[in-house]
């Protein structure tokens, strides 16, 4: 079953249209200079605080002090972390002494070497993405299609797409942004309609299942 993730929230108003929606994820870049979206910890300790219990607050960092990272998770603000600068294997060791909390790694994906170094990372999901995040493109699914390892998918996904994506790609989740926005803002509406897209297509899944199982002699 895909979970979906909503990123890129920062304000009450977001929150309370997640918690209206019901994703798996709520995601927040922290700290990262040059994002319109970025929240500072103070702001992401409140933000957080106020999600529905059923909903995993995810922070979204860029090349940030591993110590930060490690706070917001032990203190419970956060539940899981992205990384998504650039990270190599030494900081992700130092996290792991720090947290033992999951993790997950972004990688940009152009090609099948991307996909051969994303697989080394010791992270406990990846995500693939068309570039620096939030840009509203996609990229060659194809590439990918062979990963058997759990993983978000993310990168200009949107209503138009989002099914296909669920359908022929199969991730782990599904993280969408930009897509969501109206004017630059969140859209209560446009969430609530990509979380409700995804579960449908999970209990089409589940429906197929079930019948293929009652179906076996």
């Not at 190599?88 to 070497?113: E, N, V």
């Not at 570039?131 to 493109?137: A, D, E, P, V, W």
């Not at 990918?144 to 993983?151: A, K, M, Q």
């Amino acid at each position: 079953m895909t979970k979906i993730k909503i990123c890129g929230l920062r304000s009450l108003r977001d929150i309370e249209a997640v918690n209206a929606a019901g994703p798996d994820f709520a995601g927040f870049v922290v700290e990262a200079p040059g994002s319109r979206r970025s929240v500072d910890r103070r702001e992401l300790r409140e933000l957080a605080g106020k999600l529905g219990k059923e909903i995993i607050s995810a922070g979204v960092f860029v090349n940030a002090p591993a110590e930060l990272v490690a706070e917001l998770l032990e203190e419970g603000t956060l539940g899981v972390a992205q990384l998504h600068g650039q990270e190599d294997a030494a900081y992700i060791r130092r996290l792991r002494r720090l947290t033992d909390k999951p993790l997950i790694q972004a990688f940009s994906i152009r090609t099948k070497k991307d996909v051969r170094r994303a697989l080394e990372s010791e992270a406990d999901y990846l995500l693939f993405d068309q570039g620096s995040g939030g840009t509203g493109l996609t990229f060659d699914w194809s590439l990918i299609l062979e990963v058997t390892r759990p993983f978000f998918l993310a990168g200009g996904l949107g209503e138009g797409n989002l099914e296909k994506a669920v359908l022929k790609v199969r991730p782990w989740a599904v993280d969408l942004s930009s897509s969501l926005e109206t004017d630059g803002r969140k859209d209560p509406e446009k969430i609530r309609r990509a979380a409700e897209l995804v579960r449908r297509l999970n209990q089409g899944e589940a429906a197929r299942g079930g019948a293929g199982t009652e179906a076996e002699p």
